[in-house]
């Protein structure tokens, strides 16, 4: 099968977070599987471009990925030479699978896609949320949604990575059909071992540093705590976004608690591992890796409901589930200190629940029967 793979980043641009790792985390498991995988991306790097050759095809890690440049540096990606290679060669694939919306990459190669009659399977990985309406030139995406976008996606068959952001899209739009896999996340070989106990409940945020993951909610919550505590923030972000929650820290009394370590990658697995508890009460998440990254390696975790892996988190009581304010999260604090037992069971059978739930075979087999599924050879009629 014929894959062509569309996100307007990939690796190494880590840079935008577990979007960019999940889609690379498919690709090449789609290769180790035989299927024919391409990816088209743009040479984006948060504010500066990647330093990679745009001239052919470059193997990243056995995935055939061709990286175009892009004209505007902002979240648009508009990439001219991207779409117009997409126009040549796009009937060569059997499908198309486009990763996020409200860029112009996106867009604009699932208009072209549609234009030259092939199969569209679109991803919105948490851009087609009731939150993402709200937030961010808020006008022009409701008049693009009404009298474009849905147009265009109602044409497209949709994939969703967990059972919040399905029941989301449902309402939103009538696609040709929509499937539910969840991302496939890359776990350690080995599990580290825990760091010693010195008395701290040992906090950790471990992502994308911006406001909808709820950092300013956690920081008032810490102000108010009297158990002792530190917590570790390791991820990038604006600069000016992190400026303000030093001084927000500040404000607070809380600064001396808190570890700033910026973006970390290769040795996440050890840092996960030295804390009790991974801290994501983000205001919107459609699925979060990180959060599967923190229970592999048995690190418990406390987001908020609506992060999409919350209904999985509390099924398996492998963490604590808190709504997005401060009180809600300062009480569930105060409840896992003064039950650290638990901590202790979910580091024992959280990893064991992952590797069954979360196993790359079996993540894939659903995806290849979405793609048999999708495909322009199972395709009747357009």
Not at 18 to 25: D, E, F, I, R
Request: proline share 4%; net charge positive; glycine share 4%.
């Amino acid at each position: 099968m014929n894959i062509l793979q569309i996100n307007a980043s990939y690796k190494p641009a880590y840079i935008y977070g577990g979007p960019t790792m999940s889609v690379a985390q498919l690709s090449e498991q789609l290769v180790k599987n035989d299927c024919n995988v391409q990816v088209f991306t743009t040479t984006a790097n948060g504010p500066r471009e990647l330093e990679i050759a745009t001239t052919a095809a470059q193997q990243v890690n056995d995935v055939a990925v061709s990286y175009f440049p892009r004209l505007s540096k902002d979240h648009s990606h508009f990439s001219p030479r991207l779409l117009f290679k997409l126009w040549k060669e796009v009937r060569s694939f059997d499908l198309v699978h486009i990763h996020a919306w409200w860029n112009l990459v996106s867009i604009l190669s699932c208009a072209i896609a549609h234009l030259r009659k092939v199969p569209v399977i679109l991803s919105p990985r948490g851009t087609l949320s009731p939150y993402s309406f709200v937030t961010n030139h808020t006008g022009i995406k409701l008049l693009f949604h009404r009298f474009i976008g849905k147009f265009l996606l109602n044409r497209c068959h949709l994939h969703s990575t967990s059972e919040r952001e399905q029941a989301a899209l449902k309402k939103l739009l009538k696609p040709k059909s929509i499937f539910n896999i969840h991302n496939l996340v890359s776990l350690p070989s080995q599990i580290p071992a825990p760091a010693s106990e010195n008395g701290l409940l040992r906090l950790l945020f471990l992502s994308r540093i911006e406001q909808k993951k709820g950092i300013e909610l956690l920081f008032a919550a810490l102000a108010d705590l009297t158990i002792p505590y530190q917590l570790t923030i390791a991820g990038s972000g604006n600069a000016a976004y992190i400026a303000k929650l030093k001084t927000l820290s500040h404000q607070y009394h809380i600064e001396q608690h808190i570890r700033w370590l910026g973006f970390k990658s290769d040795d996440k697995f050890e840092l996960i591992a030295q804390h009790h508890i991974l801290v994501l009460p983000s205001y919107d998440e459609n699925f979060g890796n990180v959060v599967i990254e923190s229970l592999c390696v048995g690190t418990a975790v406390l987001i908020s409901n609506e992060v999409g892996l919350a209904s999985f988190v509390a099924e398996n009581n492998m963490g604590w589930i808190c709504e997005t304010n401060s009180e809600s999260i300062k009480n569930k604090l105060l409840h896992i200190y003064s039950h650290p037992g638990k901590l202790i069971i979910i580091r024992e059978f959280a990893p064991m629940l992952i590797i069954s739930a979360f196993n790359d075979q079996k993540l894939i087999q659903s995806y290849l029967n979405m793609y048999q599924k999708v495909s322009r050879r199972a395709t009747t009629h357009d």
